[in-house]
């Protein structure tokens, strides 16, 4: 579905959690059409993101691109102070040498850019241990089970404490992290725990099966697919598909790479700042449902025709169009 306004208005008829992606590509307020001079840029954005927080689920992930490091600060600070977005990663795309054919910076006295920047975030914390933000998720699962069954059992953390010892016969923190939703035990570690209490009492404690309690924390994470070989730096070849009708246009491989990584297939993905369409049309490949919100009519239009063609037969068609 692509639906034609600012996203600030047309968001505000969508319901709360709604999305598992969001993809930004927002005016980097750089010159580069009317609609890149934006005043108070870093309040436009504020209001924007607000809106973004609201219709992302718990477990889902944005992505923002922009090309201005200085910028970045700015806007970095910004989500940091009004949202509760939580930055995960940088990273860097590569756009090869052939996106500085034709110009140089000699007279600005610094190396030529070749590169635009994509930061990645969700509402988790930076624990590294993938639990979700308090403020928005339950509580892990596992935590808040072991905790129950502790308590029935009338156990402390040190006694379970003693099944798990350390190389040299110490106490370690696991059972302290268990507990505290920092960590999730492996299957041998719930099924050791689970004879200890049971030893004399039967089969009363830890019932419940730990393949299920898996899964329900996995319910709870956000979506990440890693593919092989791929860093926090991107090489993608930006002039490969480029759409020669919008200035800004990112390449198809580029969205591909976003939306295999941080969702599944029939998952939600909304780009408010659709512009060229790419989204939509990686959407519509990958079998992600997708929303894109456009203000330029003009660019609405040629966004919905290109949905009905492959990337590759693209760049012909509307060069012979427009």
């Known amino acids: ?69 200085v910028m970045l600060t700015k806007i970095q600070s910004m989500i940091e102070q009004e949202t509760d977005f939580e930055f995960k990663q940088f990273i860097t795309i590569n756009k090869g040498l052939q996106s500085i054919v034709g110009r140089t910076s000699e007279n600005l006295r610094s190396y030529p850019t070749v590169t635009e920047y994509l930061l990645f975030y969700t509402f988790e914390d930076l624990t590294g241990s993938e639990q979700l933000s308090e403020k928005y998720s339950r509580i892990n699962p596992m935590a808040k089970y072991l905790q129950s069954e502790f308590g029935r059992a009338k156990v402390t953390n040190k006694e379970i404490a003693v099944l798990f010892p350390s190389k040299t016969g110490g106490f370690t923190g696991c059972v302290s992290n268990w507990l505290l939703g920092l960590r999730f035990p492996q299957e041998w570690q719930y099924n050791k725990m689970r004879e200890y209490l049971n030893k004399e009492q039967g089969y009363e404690y830890l019932r419940q099966d730990y393949e299920y309690l898996r899964q329900d924390y996995e319910d709870l994470r956000y979506t990440f697919n890693l593919q092989k070989g791929v860093t926090d730096v991107w090489n993608i070849d930006f002039y490969k598909d480029q759409i020669p009708w919008h200035p800004t246009s990112k390449p198809y491989q580029l969205i591909k790479r976003i939306v295999e990584t941080t969702t599944n297939k029939g998952e939600k993905v909304l780009d ?13 490949q990958l079998n992600r449902v997708y929303t894109g919100i456009e203000i330029n009519p003009e660019y609405v239009e040629l966004a919905q025709k290109r949905i009905k063609f492959t990337p590759r037969s693209l760049i012909g068609m509307f060069q012979n169009a427009v």
Request: hydrophobic share 40%.
């Open 1 to 69: 579905m692509i639906k034609q306004g600012d996203c600030l208005e047309v968001l505000k008829s969508c319901p709360d959690r709604l999305y598992d992606l969001i993809i930004l590509d927002p005016p980097y307020n750089i010159g580069k059409a009317d609609w890149d001079n934006i005043e108070n840029y870093i309040p436009w954005l504020t209001e924007r993101f607000k809106e973004f927080q609201r219709v992302l689920k718990d477990n889902g992930t944005m992505w923002l691109f922009h090309n201005n490091f």
């Open 272 to 284: 408010p700042f659709l512009g060229s369409g790419t989204t939509a049309v990686a959407c519509k």
